[in-house]
């Protein structure tokens, strides 16, 4: 026990588990149960937002056909276009088949846009990976959002923590670099957005303070985050405790 009677633990998520951390956090905000409830909420395809969508659902959500672009294998990559699941979208408390432009269009400041990123500065800065020359979903989105006012949410893992997404987007481009594994391509920087990782998450979910001490592993650490997680004894105890019941989510396979 550390003074005034706070308490610190040392703890380590793997890659799945920092995502169910966050997925839980972010469907805990009181904007997002609201738009759930009575507005519009969409949840764009991607490996974090999947475990979003499970804990908003309350059911599985296949993670791996819920994103476009992947890195995986060595590799900048896209899903089969055949097999991919398309955007979560709610109105007025109930799935909506909508098209998510078109709900888009009726967005308002109330309402929710939920995006995943493939990088996160130390500055608080989300940068988001896009294949297509138009700048894919969030390219497509943001313009509305921030002419609204609207809230955009982006989940991301401290294992994309990256020293400068602005340095990223002046390095990417599609049409920038002369080789790419793959795919080539460019970065869109999110600024404005409500950024969870698995520091706000615990904030959010438990009242408590997390700070990261460390980064990767191997033997199934390998992404791993490492955080000291302090507060009042209680508090502390709560976040063991959650952690306790999400160690050991499976891999993504």
């Given amino acids: 026990m550390t003074k005034n009677g706070e308490k610190k633990v040392l703890i380590s998520l793997t890659v799945p588990e920092g995502k169910r951390l966050i997925g839980k956090a972010v469907a805990a905000l009181p904007e997002v149960q609201k738009a759930r409830r009575q507005g519009r909420l969409i949840i764009a395809t991607g490996i974090t937002n999947a475990f979003v969508a499970e804990e908003i659902l309350q059911e599985p959500v296949a993670k791996i056909r819920y994103t476009a672009g992947i890195v995986t294998q060595g590799k900048f990559t896209t899903t089969p276009s055949e097999t991919r699941l398309t955007h979560i979208c709610f109105e007025n408390g109930a799935i909506s088949s909508r098209p998510w432009l078109d709900i888009l269009q009726d967005f308002t400041a109330d309402d929710v846009f939920i995006k995943g990123a493939n990088a996160v500065d130390p500055s608080g800065m989300a940068g988001v990976l896009v294949g297509a020359p138009n700048g ?86 390998e992404g791993s985050v490492g955080l000291v997680i302090s507060g009042p004894e209680p508090k502390v105890a709560a976040a063991v405790e959650l952690i306790r019941r999400i160690k050991g989510e499976p891999p993504i396979a």
């Fill in 136 to 221: 894919g979903t969030i390219g497509t989105a943001l313009g509305t959002l921030y002419a609204r006012g609207s809230h955009l949410i982006v989940p991301v893992s401290r294992e994309k923590l990256i020293p400068s997404v602005e340095e990223a987007v002046r390095q990417l481009g599609i049409y920038a670099v002369d080789e790419a594994w793959e795919m080539a391509c460019g970065m869109v920087p999110v600024v404005g957005a409500t950024v969870v990782t698995e520091v706000e998450a615990l904030a959010i979910l438990c009242g408590v303070t997390a700070v990261q001490v460390s980064a990767g592993g191997v033997g199934g650490s």
